[in-house]
């Protein structure tokens, strides 16, 4: 088996100083971040999304793998931005909306964009709405990133568009949202700047929302 596979298994099984143990050598051993990351690290966790719906893994498991995923990006995380250098290309503010507490896939995202040039703020999960609103206010960033993976959380993202109206904000930062049960759709329909399905694509789409290539 592969070191990534291994790292991939660790991760499904929530074995955090085996998998960061492995994440370490896999360094050591010259892989890139991005692969360990992509082809490691989300594979096992993909790997729960699946094994989660066919009833084989219950939350507790879940939260056990998360934790897992999660120090290892600690690891990961400086190795990318580092490979990312030079001058901040727009300020980021990331949040994963009140109400839902995923945010590996965001916390992703904001590593891509710290290692493509972005500043970034990185909120979390289930950040109250009025946290967002003050984060615009205070930090005004160019770009503010939502996500939810929960349908019933969904609403949230319009709720934010319009106080940002009412506040008389809204001109002032582009929105872009994501999480896996957004689509360009929805994206249009609640009237946000930009949607992405993933991290490589969040980057592409925050590139254009601020017209850099
Ligand atoms: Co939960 N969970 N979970 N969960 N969980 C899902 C999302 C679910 C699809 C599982 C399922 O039922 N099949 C389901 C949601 C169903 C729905 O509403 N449509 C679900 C549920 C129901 C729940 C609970 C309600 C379960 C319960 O308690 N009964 C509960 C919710 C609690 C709450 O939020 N109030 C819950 C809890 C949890 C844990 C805490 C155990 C844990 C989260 C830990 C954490 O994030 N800190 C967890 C996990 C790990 C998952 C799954 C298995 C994996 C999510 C993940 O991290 N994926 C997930 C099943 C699945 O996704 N198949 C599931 C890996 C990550 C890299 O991908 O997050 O999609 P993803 O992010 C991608 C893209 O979506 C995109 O880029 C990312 C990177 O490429 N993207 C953006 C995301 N945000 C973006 C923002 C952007 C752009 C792109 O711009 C701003």
């Known amino acids: ?72 990006l ?40 710290e290692s493509a040039g972005f500043t970034v703020r990185f909120m979390g999960g289930n950040v109250p709405t009025p946290d967002v609103i003050n984060a615009v206010k205070e930090d005004k960033p160019d770009l503010l990133g939502l996500s939810t993976l929960l349908s019933n959380t969904m609403p949230v993202i319009p709720d934010i568009l319009k106080i940002l109206e009412t506040e008389g904000i809204r001109d002032s930062v582009k929105v872009m949202v994501g999480g896996a049960p957004i689509r360009q759709e929805y994206c249009d329909e609640v009237g946000a700047d930009g949607y992405a399905v993933d991290a490589v694509s969040a980057v592409l789409i925050a590139k254009k929302l601020r017209g850099v290539s």
Not at 22 to 47: R, S, T, W
Not at 74 to 99: C, F, R
Request: aromatic share 4%.
């Open 1 to 72: 088996m592969s070191i990534l596979e291994e790292i991939r298994k660790m991760v499904y099984s929530g074995e955090e100083e085996k998998a960061l143990a492995l994440v370490e050598k896999a360094l050591e051993e010259g892989f890139e971040p991005q692969d360990i990351m992509d082809n490691g690290l989300v594979k096992g966790i993909q790997d729960c999304g699946a094994a989660y719906e066919n009833k084989e893994m219950w939350i507790p498991e879940l939260m056990l793998a998360a934790e897992a995923l999660k120090r290892c």
């Open 74 to 113: 600690l690891i990961l995380k400086p190795k990318m931005i580092e490979a990312g250098g030079g001058q901040s290309i727009g300020k980021v503010v990331l949040a994963t909306v009140q109400g839902d507490v995923h945010d590996i896939g965001l916390e992703l995202v904001g590593v891509m964009l």
